[in-house]
């Protein structure tokens, strides 16, 4: 009897245990105006201003409408006058405000928070945008990401690949992004061959441009930011079937690994690159 | 054939212009003048063109007077799988960058989080050259991120629909007490426009830090 109701205690306490944490409920998919309110005067905003425009905005990217981005036509524009703001920021000036405020350096993590809110709101405009936003396509193109470039389809078509071709004269973002390296990436997605976005002669030659990104010598410039271009070009090129240029990438692949060893992440991404268009024309 | 110019930043200081023509040649201008490409490698394996990548990063150190790191001190993905942290890759780690410096306090100390915790905390960023972390307005450009010293971990609970967790901050702080890592304060991370995170030095010893408050 004893080993009965011990057995059951036992049963019923991993019962219990086994039973999930309730979830907390998801936030509303609100916009309020704090969200946008630092920007009249970023270097003036307090330090409560800025709290809750973080807030508000953080809020946001996690809430009801976290994929699709809010639908009402006030606080979609909202959503996009947040990027543009955000992006144009200058936060020398803003910290070099707050310095002169508080009296005190600014803590190492308050720095970072511009770059993780700047990758975060990133890959939330990255999630909801869709053709229907072609209203915003100049914000978008200026300073979206790739992914959301390519959202907005045939109507950006050719604006796309005038921004590939061209410098950009400007960069944006704590990180430095460029105009021109997104759309290149935006491209990369028109390239996969279910994209209706260009039509097969379009694709191959695409696929022709963007493997002449790839230094016929196989030699990088710097150690960054010539890696950052090159790998941009490898993920574009790996989305695409042109047997033209997976023979490029291994070609260039070749010469790379005769300069710089095996293994090291940029070979690696050119392997992974040329057996993906591989396997994709296998399939076919 | 094409031409294409891709415009580049280059080294936080100038903008540097690639020229691609075709698969002829490029050349690289901006700055105080041009530069030309490299003369080629003497063979294949050679390592030369690898050592101009780490001296291409030393350069950036002593630009902004920070002890510059020795060559041993940098590893390529191959170099780190050789003796990795157990449950971060290099990808995870380096920032994007194909020489990093990852640490061994960093790697034994991530290691150390996961078996304190039983889970594998995301790492937001980890390695950040020095020319990334100046553009990153205000902070110290030496910090020990640039030394693959410090981590941060990202406090989105994804149990809670990816909002931010103090509970989470706060298992972080208690591991890192336990096993004397410095935790930045709570008040510093979120101070003005800063977003949630938990930072930790491995080479510093725990500083009883101010706690994380106001999410759940």
Request: hydrophobic fraction near 40%; aromatic fraction near 10%; charge should be negative.
């Amino acid at each position: 009897m004893r080993v009965v109701i011990l057995s059951s205690l036992l049963a019923l306490s991993f019962a219990v245990r086994a039973e999930p944490a309730p979830r907390p409920k998801v936030k509303p998919c609100t916009v309020t105006a704090d969200m946008l309110s630092v920007y009249r005067d970023p270097a003036g905003a307090s330090d409560q201003q800025w709290r809750a425009a973080r807030d508000a905005a953080l809020d946001l990217m996690v809430s009801e409408c976290r994929h699709t981005g809010p639908r009402r036509g006030s606080e979609r524009a909202a959503v996009f006058a947040l990027l543009e703001n955000e992006m144009r920021v200058d936060y020398a000036n803003v910290f070099a405000a707050r310095r002169k405020r508080t009296g005190k350096p600014l803590p190492e993590s308050a720095a970072e928070g511009p770059m993780y809110f700047q990758r975060d709101l990133s890959e939330f405009i990255d999630r909801i945008v869709t053709a229907e936003d072609i209203q915003y396509k100049d914000v978008i193109l200026r300073y979206g990401g790739g992914l959301a470039i390519s959202k907005l389809g045939k109507a950006v078509k050719s604006s796309v690949f005038r921004q590939a071709a061209e410098p950009a004269r400007s960069f944006y973002g704590v990180e430095m992004r460029s105009p021109q390296v997104e759309a290149i990436r935006a491209i990369g997605y028109w390239l996969d061959p279910g994209s209706p976005v260009l039509n097969a002669a379009e694709r191959k030659e695409w696929a022709q441009i963007l493997a002449t990104l790839l230094p016929s010598d196989g030699i990088l410039l710097d150690a960054e930011h010539h890696p950052r271009l090159i790998r941009t070009a490898l993920e574009a090129l790996s989305r695409s079937d042109s047997a033209a240029a997976e023979e490029s990438i291994r070609t260039w692949r070749n010469v790379y690994q005769n300069n710089y060893g095996r293994g090291d992440s940029i070979e690696i991404l050119a392997q992974e690159a040329a057996d993906k268009i591989k396997a994709r024309n296998r399939k076919r | 054939m094409y031409t294409m110019v891709v415009t580049e930043w280059w080294d936080g200081k100038s903008t540097t212009h690639f020229q691609f023509t075709g698969w002829a040649s490029y050349t690289c201008s901006g700055g105080s003048g041009t530069v030309t490409s490299p003369p080629p490698p003497q063979g294949p394996g050679t390592s030369s063109w690898s050592v101009r990548l780490v001296d291409n990063l030393q350069q950036q150190y002593e630009d902004r007077d920070c002890e510059v790191p020795t060559d041993q001190m940098f590893v390529n993905s191959t170099m780190y799988d050789a003796s990795p942290a157990a449950n971060y890759t290099f990808q995870q780690l380096a920032g994007g960058n194909v020489y990093a410096i990852l640490s061994e306090e960093l790697k034994f100390g991530l290691d150390q989080f996961v078996n304190v915790l039983d889970r594998v905390p995301v790492v937001s960023s980890a390695y950040r050259t020095p020319s990334t972390n100046s553009s990153l307005v205000g902070s110290a450009t030496c910090s020990s991120h640039t030394y693959g010293r410090a981590a941060d971990f990202s406090i989105r609970d994804p149990f809670a629909n990816d909002d931010f967790s103090c509970t989470m901050w706060n298992e972080l702080n208690a591991a890192a007490q336990l096993l004397n890592y410095f935790v930045e304060d709570w008040d510093d991370v979120i101070a003005g426009g800063g977003v949630p995170h938990f930072h930790v030095d491995f080479t510093r010893q725990w500083n009883n830090p101010v706690p994380c408050t106001g999410y759940p």
